[in-house]
């Protein structure tokens, strides 16, 4: 029983580490233990590390250990390259070794032995296309080409030289400083794929998403399955209402029979487990993308609009305060003035609350087109 308690605290773990690592700065968990977590994995860990080392090895050690970091995570590398076909390969071969001796099943038919190998190597080669395709470098080649095919809105794009390649930026393009070159259409630079997402390979690294999204349901679903079939097949509900005596009820046998399930398929369980909290980190990504390619933004595209509309929100609001000071002002320059009521300038609105920004974004070429061009 300490045991299989043992394998419960390890899933919850697992689970809050993963969604506290890569969901910990959404503006949902803000001020929450998950915000608290994240910021530790990805700050507080290291800086405690630099203070040891710095403690045990003095400044050779932090100049070493610096860097690592920058070798690590400032430059192109194949690590996390490394760790995708670690995790996918060693996730396939646990569900061969520990779930493939029951298929054919009683809910399992056996060609499903050769479908789950098809989607493996199907996202394998998805994830290869996004890695190594070029995601739209831009040189001095093609450059006046991306000009013409992006012009300058003159809000969050102008026309401006790129101070390392020394060429001009085209509008949605940027200088990507872990690659070190401008990508046009710029999404993001994706350290599992050691690459740029850009106008070329953001096609793939969406269908790269939505396909892996959908072999973790369907490993997931598979293994609860087959674990559906052996209770079947070994008859347990009807061991335990009939030589153990629990009355025959969801509510009665639910605690006995995940017991048995946790005691005899713990390897199983995880798995299920591990893949339904991936396809759920996947669904949210997935999502959010083709949120992105529905409206012909990028993720660079966002950050930068919310610095525009935030500027542009400050700006206006100082206006609409000094026309509110200045009309004050000749209130009260004024010989006679009625006086307000109370109740009124308590439930009068606020001209801050008047000031209106729209977002202008001129590649919105409506749904079909945004989907068609915008991935």
Same mark, same amino acid.
């Given at each position: !029983?300490?045991?299989?308690?043992?394998?419960?605290?390890?899933?919850?773990?697992?689970?809050?580490?993963?969604?506290?690592?890569?969901?910990?700065?959404?503006?949902?968990?803000?001020?929450?233990?998950?915000?608290?977590?994240?910021? $530790?994995?990805?700050?507080?860990?290291?800086?405690?590390?630099?203070?040891?080392?710095?403690?045990? $090895?003095?400044?050779?050690?932090?100049?070493?250990?610096?860097?690592?970091?920058?070798?690590?995570?400032?430059?192109?590398?194949?690590?996390?390259?490394?760790?995708?076909?670690?995790?996918?390969?060693?996730?396939?071969?646990?569900?061969?070794?520990?779930?493939?001796?029951?298929?054919?099943?009683?809910? !399992?038919?056996?060609?499903?032995?050769?479908? @789950?190998?098809?989607?493996?190597?199907?996202?394998?080669?998805?994830?290869?296309?996004?890695?190594?395709?070029?995601?739209?470098?831009?040189?001095?080649?093609?450059?006046?080409?991306?000009i013409s095919v992006y012009p300058y809105d003159n809000l969050i794009y102008s026309e401006k030289e790129c101070s390392t390649c020394k060429i001009l930026k085209p509008a949605r393009s940027k200088h990507c400083s872990i690659c070190g070159h401008c990508v046009a259409r710029f999404d993001h630079h994706c350290g599992w794929m050691n690459n740029c997402i850009g106008e070329k390979n953001t096609l793939y690294f969406v269908m790269f998403l939505?396909?892996?999204?959908?072999?973790?349901?369907?490993?997931?679903?598979?293994?609860?399955?087959?674990?559906?079939?052996?209770?079947?097949?070994?008859?347990?509900?009807?061991?335990?209402?009939?030589?153990?005596?629990?009355?025959?009820?969801?509510?009665?046998?639910?605690?006995?029979?995940?017991?048995?399930?946790?005691?005899?398929?713990?390897?199983?369980?995880?798995? !299920?487990?591990?893949?339904?909290?991936?396809?759920?980190?996947? @669904?949210?990504? $997935?999502?959010?993308?083709?949120?992105?390619?529905?409206?012909?933004?990028?993720?660079?595209?966002?950050?930068?609009?919310?610095?525009?509309? @935030?500027?542009?929100?400050?700006?206006?609001?100082?206006?609409?305060?000094?026309?509110?000071?200045?009309? @004050?002002?000749?209130?009260?320059?004024?010989?006679?003035?009625?006086?307000?009521?109370?109740?009124?300038?308590?439930?009068?609105?606020?001209?801050?609350?008047?000031?209106?920004?729209?977002?202008?974004?001129?590649?919105?070429?409506?749904? $079909?087109?945004?989907?068609?061009?915008?991935?």
């Amino acid at each position: !029983m300490a045991v299989q308690w043992l394998l419960v605290c390890h899933g919850l773990v697992t689970l809050l580490v993963v969604v506290s690592f890569l969901c910990g700065q959404w503006p949902i968990f803000q001020g929450t233990f998950i915000q608290r977590i994240h910021h $530790f994995l990805t700050f507080g860990a290291f800086d405690y590390l630099r203070r040891f080392v710095e403690y045990l $090895f003095g400044s050779r050690g932090t100049n070493a250990l610096y860097l690592t970091q920058y070798y690590f995570c400032d430059r192109p590398n194949p690590i996390l390259q490394v760790i995708y076909l670690a995790i996918i390969g060693g996730t396939y071969y646990l569900v061969v070794n520990s779930t493939f001796n029951y298929i054919p099943g009683h809910y !399992m038919g056996g060609y499903h032995r050769y479908t @789950s190998l098809l989607g493996v190597g199907v996202g394998i080669i998805l994830f290869l296309l996004t890695s190594f395709s070029d995601p739209g470098i831009v040189n001095a080649d093609n450059v006046t080409q991306y000009i013409s095919v992006y012009p300058y809105d003159n809000l969050i794009y102008s026309e401006k030289e790129c101070s390392t390649c020394k060429i001009l930026k085209p509008a949605r393009s940027k200088h990507c400083s872990i690659c070190g070159h401008c990508v046009a259409r710029f999404d993001h630079h994706c350290g599992w794929m050691n690459n740029c997402i850009g106008e070329k390979n953001t096609l793939y690294f969406v269908m790269f998403l939505l396909w892996h999204f959908f072999l973790c349901v369907y490993g997931t679903v598979a293994i609860g399955l087959v674990l559906a079939g052996r209770l079947k097949e070994l008859e347990v509900v009807y061991i335990l209402t009939a030589y153990y005596g629990i009355d025959n009820s969801f509510r009665s046998l639910a605690p006995h029979v995940v017991q048995w399930l946790i005691g005899s398929y713990n390897t199983q369980i995880l798995l !299920m487990v591990f893949l339904a909290i991936v396809s759920l980190l996947l @669904s949210g990504f $997935f999502g959010y993308h083709l949120s992105l390619c529905i409206s012909n933004t990028t993720t660079n595209e966002t950050f930068k609009w919310q610095d525009y509309l @935030s500027w542009q929100r400050k700006v206006n609001e100082a206006k609409v305060s000094g026309e509110a000071l200045k009309a @004050s002002l000749g209130d009260l320059s004024q010989e006679t003035k009625h006086p307000q009521s109370k109740w009124k300038s308590f439930f009068k609105r606020s001209h801050l609350e008047e000031v209106e920004i729209i977002k202008n974004n001129i590649y919105d070429r409506g749904f $079909f087109q945004n989907l068609y061009f915008g991935s």
